[in-house]
Nanobody
Framework: QVQLVESGGGLVQAGGSLRLSCAASGRTFSTYAMGWFRQIPGREREFVAVIRWSGGSTYYADSVKGRFTISRDNAKNTVSLQMNSLKPEDTAVYYC????????????????????WGQGTQVTVSS
């Protein structure tokens, strides 16, 4: 089992920045990748960014590319999402997730391939 706890959400004005963090505990030694997703009520959860635990390869959704940066601290088992130039459309609940099974066939992992999810943290961007 892996437990994930997100933090860093809040209210910010458009153009501002926030930094989200996700701390993983439990059976973290087999982490393959960690990702960030977001969800607006009534809509499907959507991919934001992912980082490969070994090597640090990253992948971003087009909507956040150039504004968001995902990073990891292997020693602390944490992944962060630096969000700059925030827009009202970035408002959502943000979730981190862990994928523990390396796959040679696809990158980034598909949403259903993630094994554990955090409870989410609210990000609200006012116009």
């Amino acid at each position: 089992q892996v437990q994930l706890v997100e933090s860093g959400g809040g209210l910010v004005q458009a153009g501002g920045s926030l930094r989200l963090s996700c701390a993983a505990s439990g059976r973290t030694f087999s982490t393959y990748a960690m990702g960030w997703f977001r969800q607006i009520p009534g809509r499907e959860r959507e991919f934001v960014a992912v980082i490969r635990w070994s090597g640090g390869s990253t992948y971003y959704a087009d909507s956040v590319k150039g504004r968001f940066t995902i990073s990891r601290d292997n020693a602390k088992n944490t992944v962060s999402l630096q969000m700059n130039s925030l827009k009202p459309e970035d408002t959502a609940v943000y979730y981190c997730a862990v994928d523990q099974i390396p796959r040679a066939t696809n990158w980034p992992p598909r949403i259903y391939e993630y094994d554990y999810w955090g409870q989410g943290t609210q990000v609200t961007v006012s116009s």
